[in-house]
């Protein structure tokens, strides 16, 4: 069976079962787990599956989030990751739908920071800042190109050398036309160390940056 075809009640029980019956520390380590599998069936779904395959990861997805955060609602992780998984989601969807799962993941990754800002080293703040940019300004949408800059940047002083957030302010730069301090923060996110258990997530990253930097130094 296709690993997103498992149970969706799967992780949330996994959770509770060992905070019901075993100490704190059992329960915690079984959020982590189950946050850690988000975050590779996330990679999985995007960047190696498309259509409506891709939208369906997603959906399953953003429920076992949903389960997760109500079981560790104060894991700031938990809610790091329905906001990311949200954001991917309204990036598949397109349209009025992606407009609501902007919101949401907006919601999510707000109530992560006021748990803890530093979660993830700052992955709230590059998660946050990138849906700034992404999504369309008023009346569409709650786009603001100025409070993406500053939730980029908070990322950048949280982790200087991280992929994600030297990737998600050079895209900014580079949508904004400044191609060559883009370019700056896109080899230092080429150049960021790998992450031994997500090792899917940093080549599809790796690729977007390659993709990236031919845009950022073509004539």
């Not at 946050?35 to 399953?60: C, F, S």
């Not at 906001?83 to 993941?105: C, P, Q």
């Not at 800002?117 to 700034?132: F, I």
Request: positive net charge; glycine residues 8%.
């Amino acid at each position: 069976m296709h690993k997103f075809l498992r149970h969706p009640l799967s992780i949330p029980l996994l959770c509770l079962s060992l905070l019901l019956g075993t100490g704190p520390a059992r329960a915690q380590d079984a959020c982590a787990a189950a946050i850690q599998d988000l975050q590779q069936r996330w990679a999985v779904a995007n960047y190696e599956m498309r259509g409506k395959p891709r939208l369906t990861a997603l959906q399953t997805l953003t429920q076992e989030a949903e389960r997760l955060t109500a079981a560790y609602p104060e894991r700031a992780e938990a809610w790091i990751w329905s906001g990311i998984i949200r954001s991917t989601m309204a990036g598949a969807e397109g349209g009025l739908h992606a407009l609501g799962a902007a919101k949401a993941a907006r919601a999510d990754l707000e109530r992560a920071l006021a748990l803890d800002p530093n979660a993830m080293n700052g992955s709230a703040y590059t998660s946050l800042g990138a849906l700034y940019y992404k999504v369309p300004s008023w009346p569409v949408g709650f786009g603001d190109k100025e409070k993406a800059e500053q939730m980029l940047r908070r990322a950048l002083e949280i982790n200087p050398e991280g992929i994600d957030s030297n990737f998600f302010y050079g895209d900014f730069l580079l949508e904004q036309g400044h191609r060559r301090m883009a370019r700056e923060y896109l080899l230092r996110a080429q150049q960021a160390p790998p992450r031994p258990d997500r090792p899917l997530a940093d080549s599809g990253r790796q690729r977007e940056i390659a993709k990236l930097l031919e845009r950022a130094t073509s004539s």
